[in-house]
Each structure stands twice: as C-alpha cells, then as structure tokens.
C-alpha cells in the first residue's frame, strides 16, 4: 500500500510518503525543493553519479515511520545539502526540512 499525506511541519506544508514493502516501509518526506527518507536513499548515488542535478537529499537509518524520520538524525547528506542549505550529518530530520521550506 502507498500512503500520501500531508504533513505541518512548524507552519510549513510537506507530502510524507510510505511505502509498505515486504518486511519493510519506504519512507520519505518532500517539498518542492528536496527531500529527507529512509536508509533505502543511495546517496552516494546522488552526489556522484548524478552530481550535476544538485539533488538536495539526506537519509536517516532505523527509522519505521515518518515521525520517526523527522526527529531521526540524518545519517547521510547529499553535498548540495550541504552546501546550498547547510544540511549537516547529525541535524534532525524536521530542522532539515525547515531550511527548505
């Protein structure tokens, strides 16, 4: 099953999204502007290989639901996180979101 809602997040509107796999949910929250997910995001994949798009994405580890997601620490960050919106590894999930809204 596909879940799409949206979600407040201090004032500022986001689509949480979950997936339900077999033995595991895909989880993701969005804007416009980029995105925050579970440990499934290879973002390796994203600041190496598709570089050039300057995908603005992090991922969070052991999370199983979206407020999981928003107060997990973000294990990964894309480098146009980091660069264009000071994304941190560490920084949690909805302070993230907050600087893309």
């Known amino acids: ?7 407040e997040v201090e004032g500022i509107m986001f689509t949480a ?8 949910n895909l989880l993701m929250i969005t804007n416009e502007i980029g995105y ?10 994203l600041s190496e290989k598709l570089k050039d798009r300057q995908v603005i994405a992090a991922r969070a580890v052991g999370v199983r639901t979206i407020d999981d997601l928003l107060n997990a620490p ?7 996180s980091k660069e264009q919106f000071g994304w941190e590894v560490g920084m949690i999930g909805k302070e993230a979101l907050k600087r893309i809204s």
Not at 1 to 7: A, G, Q, R, S
Not at 17 to 24: A, D, G, R, S
Not at 38 to 45: M, R, W
Not at 74 to 80: F, P
């Open 1 to 7: 099953m596909i879940t799409i809602n949206p979600l």
């Open 17 to 24: 999204i979950k997936v339900e796999l077999p033995k595991t």
């Open 36 to 45: 925050i997910m579970c440990g499934a995001l290879d973002v390796d994949l």
């Open 74 to 80: 973000l294990e990964k960050i894309t480098e146009a």
